[in-house]
Nanobody, 115 residues
Framework: QVQLVESGGGLVQSGGSLRLSCAAS????????MGWYRQTPGKQRELVAT???????NYADSVKGRFTISRDNAKNTVYLQMNSLKPEDTAAYYC?????????WGQGTQVTVSS
């Protein structure tokens, strides 16, 4: 079993910053990629950012230039630095990773941006 535990969500004013963290534990051999998705009520979960074990990154257009994903392979931890937050960034943010072609998800952490 693999567990993903997120932290760092909360309430912030528009223009503010938050940093999300997600630590993976359990039966981990090698994590191929890690990342973050987000979801609002009534909408599909959408990609925010991903990072491979080699450090290649991918971002949703809506967060490019504002969010930065990083990873500590030794700690099996992924981070999401979110700057210049907007009310439309309000969502539940889910940590994700893929190990041996299987997806794993965290429980989610709420990010609320007030205007």
């Amino acid at each position: 079993q693999v567990q993903l535990v997120e932290s760092g969500g909360g309430l912030v004013q528009s223009g503010g910053s938050l940093r999300l963290s997600c630590a993976a534990s359990g039966n981990i051999f090698r994590i191929n990629a890690m990342g973050w998705y987000r979801q609002t009520p009534g909408k599909q979960r959408e990609l925010v950012a991903t990072i491979t074990s080699g450090g290649n990154t991918n971002y949703a257009d809506s967060v490019k230039g504002r969010f930065t994903i990083s990873r500590d392979n030794a700690k099996n931890t992924v981070y999401l630095q979110m700057n210049s937050l907007k009310p439309e960034d309000t969502a539940a943010y889910y940590c994700w990773c893929i190990i041996k072609s299987r997806d794993y998800w965290g429980q989610g952490t709420q990010v609320t941006v007030s205007s």
